[in-house]
Structures are given as structure tokens and as C-alpha cells.
């Protein structure tokens, strides 16, 4: 088992970080949040007094940090001066893609080896040690990065080089924004034609216009399996964190000069949806301004 440093332990990171210590790694866990820094104590982590004294004689050091800003900060004034040359460096933050190449590149430069690693799955896979990783960075990297994120997820995926990371989940999330809106918006008009939404979820749910957003996170309450809809659109995966993706992915598209309609129309329309005061509730709630219109 492995001394780690865990940076960043909100919603996210609170939990992976209790992962790594229950797998019997030496967590050494920091975060500007007192409180975030208790239940880590609780979770059976060491408490760090500051970002790079937990970066103290690690092999691995992993930050759960809200954006590309944090990330970029806390590699700068904390870990490069602090980590020995020989730790791997886990960013699995979401972050855009253009900030985890500048910092990829900045580690190679300090002679780390670094890559990105964004998950797929919610608050609920942190904790439960489910989560999907998408990895950036070299093939070696990747090969010294897999152990640690294996003992967090169900699944480590190599993406490509640094940077793959960031863009495959940004890629993803993209199609996910734009069918749960598809989803939603044929669910609604199936109910204004008069069709019962469980006999369009059984049809539409084995026929073409089957999808993850509609199988396994269906936007109507009483429909398909346990979502968030039968919880009022409490928990799940908020609006405001897919408008973050879909505000990345855009800008993305943008540099690159790639053409994303229906992902600028998804945005587009969670960003009025989070406008109206909803960026809490789970993302299959923009059904209920669907219906509204
Ligand atoms: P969060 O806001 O709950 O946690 C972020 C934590 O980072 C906070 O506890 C904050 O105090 C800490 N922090 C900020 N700056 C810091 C610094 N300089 N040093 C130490 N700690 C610092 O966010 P979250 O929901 O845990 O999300 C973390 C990342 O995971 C984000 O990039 C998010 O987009 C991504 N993500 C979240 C979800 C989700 O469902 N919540 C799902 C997939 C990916």
C-alpha cells in the first residue's frame, strides 16, 4: 500500500479519499474546508496541513478540485515544490482541455509524470467506488496512475495523451446534455399526442430511439427504473454541473473549430434552465420547463 495525498475532498473527493484509505492506502488528505477536512479524519484519512505538506513523501498525489483555475493553482504553489520527483500526479478534476495540457506540460517539464483522469458518475459511484476514469497521458504514466484509480472505480480507460482525458468526458457529457433533452422534449410531445409515457418508455426504450438517458435515467417519475425524477429531481447529477461540461465542451469546439449545433442548443437551454433558479435540481428536470413552453 502506497502513501497518498488527496487534495480537494468535497462531494467527490470526500469519498474516493475514504476509498483509498478503506483499500489500506496511507491517505494524507487536504482541503480548504474544515469541515470537508473532518469527515476525512472520520473516514480514516490523515489530515495534511496544507496542500504540500500532504504532498510530503507521496507516490501518488490526486486532486478532486472545482475547476481548471484551482487546479492550475495548487500544482503551481503547492505540489511542484513540494512532491518528490519520483510521485505519479492524478488530476481527476473536470477541467478544460486547453488548462490540463498546460499543466500536463508543466509537470513534464519538473520531470512528473502526470495525467488527467475526469470521471463519469456522481456522488453516489464516489462512494461506492464506482466510478469510470478516462485517462490522459503516456502509456507509462497511465500504467502507474491505474492502480491507484482502480481502488476508487469499477473501470480505468486510457484516452490517449495527455489531455484525452478531459476531452473524452467532455465529448461524452455532450451527448448525454443534448438526449436528455431529445429525451425529454419526446416524452412531452408523446404525452400531448396522448400517448401514455410507460407504453412510449416500453417501445421507445427497445427501439431506436433507445439511449442511456432514457433507459437508465428516465426523466418521467413512474417510469423505467429509480431516477431522480421519482425523487422529485433531488440528487443525480445537478444542472449546474452539466452546464459546467457543456460550457467546456463549447468552448473546446470553439478552439478547435468544430461544429457542435445540438450540443450549442443543449447549452443553450440549461444554461436558461439554470437561469431560472433550477441549478440544483438533477439535469432530466429540464422536462418540467419543457412542459412549461
Ligand atoms: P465540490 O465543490 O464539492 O468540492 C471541491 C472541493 O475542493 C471543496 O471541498 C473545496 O473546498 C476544495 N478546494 C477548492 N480549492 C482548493 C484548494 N486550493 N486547496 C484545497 N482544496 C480546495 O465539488 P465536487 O462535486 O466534489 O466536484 C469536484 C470535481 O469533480 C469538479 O471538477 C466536478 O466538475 C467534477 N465532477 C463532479 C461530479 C458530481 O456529481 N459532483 C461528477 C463528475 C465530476
Redesign the pocket.
Known amino acids: 500500500m502506497a502513501r497518498v495525498a488527496f487534495?480537494?475532498?468535497?462531494?467527490?473527493?470526500g469519498g474516493m479519499a475514504a476509498n483509498l484509505a478503506k483499500k489500506g492506502h496511507d491517505v494524507r488528505a487536504?482541503?480548504?474546508?474544515a469541515e470537508?477536512l473532518e469527515r476525512a479524519r472520520a473516514a480514516g484519512c490523515l489530515v495534511a496541513e496544507s496542500?504540500a505538506a500532504a504532498c510530503d513523501g507521496a507516490e501518488a498525489i490526486i486532486t478532486?478540485?472545482?475547476?481548471g483555475t484551482?487546479v492550475e493553482?495548487?500544482y503551481a504553489d503547492s505540489i511542484f515544490g513540494a512532491a518528490p520527483a519520483s510521485a505519479i500526479l492524478i488530476d481527476?478534476?473536470?477541467?478544460d482541455v486547453a488548462t490540463a495540457k498546460r499543466v500536463a506540460e508543466a509537470a513534464q517539464a519538473k520531470g512528473f509524470a502526470a495525467v488527467d483522469a475526469?470521471?463519469?458518475?456522481?456522488?453516489a459511484a464516489a462512494n461506492g467506488g464506482t466510478l469510470t476514469f478516462m485517462v490522459g497521458g503516456s502509456e507509462a504514466a497511465f500504467k502507474r496512475a491505474e492502480p491507484f484509480l482502480a481502488d476508487m472505480g469499477k473501470a480505468v480507460i486510457r484516452a490517449g495523451v495527455a489531455g484525452a482525458g478531459q476531452a473524452a468526458k467532455i465529448c461524452n457529457n455532450m451527448i448525454l446534455g443534448a438526449t436528455m433533452i431529445a429525451t425529454c422534449e419526446a416524452f412531452v410531445l408523446a404525452e400531448k399526442l396522448g400517448l401514455d409515457a410507460q407504453a412510449f418508455f416500453d417501445i421507445a426504450s427497445v427501439s431506436s430511439g433507445q439511449s442511456w438517458s432514457m433507459t437508465s435515467y428516465c426523466p418521467v417519475p413512474g417510469v423505467g427504473p429509480e431516477t431522480p425524477a421519482d425523487r422529485g429531481y433531488e440528487g443525480g447529477?445537478?444542472t449546474a454541473?452539466m452546464l459546467?461540461d457543456l460550457r467546456l465542451a463549447m468552448a473546446a469546439a470553439q478552439d478547435v473549430g468544430a461544429d457542435t449545433p445540438m450540443g450549442a442548443k443543449a447549452a443553450e437551454r440549461y444554461e436558461a434552465f439554470a437561469a431560472a433558479g433550477e441549478g440544483g435540481k438533477d439535469f432530466s428536470a429540464i422536462i418540467t420547463a419543457l412542459r412549461e413552453t
Open positions: 487534495i480537494g475532498l468535497g462531494n467527490m473527493g487536504f482541503d480548504l474546508s470537508a496542500a478532486m478540485l472545482p475547476a484551482h493553482q495548487v481527476c478534476s473536470t477541467i475526469p470521471v463519469s458518475g456522481g456522488i447529477f445537478a454541473l459546467k
